[in-house]
């Protein structure tokens, strides 16, 4: 009788401690594919604002095509609470802020001022399907160069 107590109770902590470590490892994972991400957004980014000519006026400027991965919620993985883009008022540089569900807020400065569709300095991701991003060459109200950052939802939306 004493083994089987013994052997539930070590059945039991033994479990818990899996559990504790899964939590961590998918939390790593979905920072991990957020990371990721980032990576290939600020490279699209910078290569369109190094490597390509700012457009004539009334002219479609360069483009890149970026996927950013939003983890679903599963046992490998924790869902994205919260992704943003922000330009840095003032400044020819923009921010990317990212919070895991349930960990701290994680930033990264990318060296690229970003804006979104209708002008403005802030690009909100959500919800747990990849979304895919497409960053064109553009002109701020200074006629500086500037990417903006189009949503492929919002590119079909009235």
């Known amino acids: 009788m004493i083994r089987y107590v013994v052997a539930i109770v070590l059945t039991v902590a033994i479990l818990g401690v899996s559990f504790a470590g899964l939590e961590t490892a998918s939390t790593a994972a979905s920072e991990r594919e957020v990371w ?3 990576t290939d957004l600020e490279d699209a980014a910078v290569s369109l604002i190094s490597n390509d000519e700012l457009p004539p006026e009334g002219h479609p400027g360069a483009q890149r095509l970026v996927t950013v991965e939003m983890p679903a919620d599963s046992l490998t993985t924790k869902p994205i609470s919260h ?3 922000r ?7 923009s921010v990317v802020a990212f919070r895991i569900e349930g960990g701290p807020m994680h930033t990264e400065t990318i060296d690229v001022p970003i804006r979104n569709a209708t002008g403005g300095d802030l690009v ?3 919800g747990t399907a990849d979304r895919r991003l497409r960053l064109t060459l ?6 500086r160069p ?3 950052v189009v949503r492929f939802d919002e590119i079909d939306a009235p």
């Open 36 to 38: 990721a991400s980032i």
């Open 146 to 148: 500037v990417v903006t």
């Open 87 to 93: 330009r840095v008022t003032g400044e020819r540089l």
């Open 138 to 143: 553009t002109r701020d109200a200074r006629r």
């Open 124 to 126: 909100e991701l959500s």
């Open 83 to 85: 992704f943003e883009l």
